[in-house]
């Protein structure tokens, strides 16, 4: 089957809306889009190759989450089980009945870590659990949800990693039962041998954050991280001594490491397959990623209502968040800082997933890219369909 374009990339790029992207869409199981172009250096003018990949920075948390269901549907985890039931240390400081289920939606409390590591300390994974499992919630578990903007990797990857019978961290887990398994070309945890793959990012700058404060959706927040430095907000997002300047964000030494909320790389190609596979009920050519019980959880959402870190209101879905793009069509998934991300659709069958080099100061679900893809992508499907009826 072969479907229309969705929107010429050319169009982005001529603009000046784009200086290198990647789009791919998964139909029905079968790959219908798979678009690339612009630079995967601007500054070199190094072209964006077929196999170039992007960080994907939050998206990279539903990714860790699929990692968490997985264990679940094999028994190594439970979902209503307390956290310290598989990890003991994290019995401590009013942590004792938190559970797998509030942890994966943002209802833990623990946004703000005991300390914020630096990279020498990411290296170090014991020496890492060991101080999250020190953290103090900031609210009382299961009252509320704040997005946990980094820990939230960790705290699913330190948990697996106690529960897991080899004892693998998330980006292990992932690269031997994933991408392995299916050939997603993904990593949470860089091999150095793919560094020259990887695109080198153009930061939006201070100056496009600062017209946030007059956006009424993240005024608040955007409030917190400039000026209220002891804000939860700014607590939670701001890592000063592991991410640093924009430009470190760009190095080897930062995008190898484990980082399940957001150091993941790879191919918009490849995220739209994976999220394609949930789509299939997660199977895929005879192999088994997930049983449909555990797909369905990932539509299953908690109540949508105002978040304690971001102060809009969104809903957490196993791991996944919900969004209504376009039109009626409801989406599963999540997106990544600058605009990257990738989604799902159970109702119509349709996966997709966008990566840029050219980021912009707001998330996915609000970039004006983003919503002109999704939109042209619905409005080739629906004539599609139309087509397909009058013959």
């Known amino acids: ?50 196999d170039t990949m992007s960080t994907v920075y939050s998206t990279t948390k539903s990714v860790a989450a699929i990692c968490v269901a997985m264990a679940v549907d094999r028994g190594y985890l439970d979902y209503d089980q307390k956290v310290s039931h598989y990890w003991p240390d994290f019995a401590q400081n009013g942590k004792e009945d938190i559970t797998l289920k509030q942890l994966v939606n943002h209802e ?16 170090d994974t014991d020496k890492l659990f060991k101080l999250l499992a020190k953290t103090t919630p900031t609210w009382e578990p299961g009252t509320a949800h704040g997005y946990h903007a980094i820990t939230y990797g960790w705290f699913l990857s330190g948990v697996l990693r106690h529960a897991d019978p080899k004892h693998r961290t998330i980006g292990q887990f992932f690269k031997e039962e994933v991408a392995d398994v299916f050939g997603i070309d993904f990593y949470i ?15 939006p700058g201070m100056p496009a954050f600062m017209k946030q404060i007059f956006n009424s959706k993240y005024r608040l927040v ?77 539509t299953e959402c908690n109540e949508y209502r105002v978040d304690e870190i971001l102060h809009t209101k969104r809903d957490y879905c196993h791991g996944m968040t919900s969004k209504q793009p376009y039109e009626s ?9 600058g605009g ?52």
């Open 222 to 298: 955007m409030q917190d991280l400039i000026f209220r430095p002891n804000s939860l907000s700014n607590r939670a997002f701001i890592y000063t001594d592991l991410f640093g300047p924009d430009e470190r964000q760009n190095t080897y030494s930062l995008q190898s490491l484990e980082i399940p909320s957001a150091t993941g790389i790879g191919t918009a190609r490849a995220l739209a397959k994976l999220y394609a596979i949930l789509n299939n009920g997660g199977e895929w050519e005879g192999k088994r990623l997930l049983s449909s019980e555990l797909v369905k959880k990932f």
């Open 1 to 50: 089957m072969t479907m229309g374009r969705p929107l010429e990339m050319t169009d982005l790029h001529e603009n000046g809306l784009e200086a290198g992207s990647t789009f791919a869409v998964y139909y029905k199981g079968e790959k219908v889009v798979d678009l690339w172009g612009g630079y995967a250096n601007y500054e070199a003018r190094d072209p964006w190759l077929e």
């Open 340 to 391: 990257q991300g990738a989604y799902f659709d159970p109702f119509t069958n349709l996966s997709l997933a966008y990566t840029t080099t050219k980021l912009s100061a707001y998330g996915m679900g609000d970039d004006a890219r983003y919503l002109a893809l999704v939109k042209s992508t619905y409005d080739s499907i629906k004539n599609m369909e139309k087509e397909k009826i009058k013959k």
């Open 108 to 123: 833990a409390g623990l946004a703000v870590p005991y300390v914020h590591p630096d990279i020498t300390t990411v290296r």
């Open 189 to 203: 945890g860089l091999p150095k041998e793919e560094y020259y793959r990887v695109a080198r990012l153009q930061h």
């Open 329 to 337: 069509f409801r989406v599963f998934g999540h997106e990544g800082h």
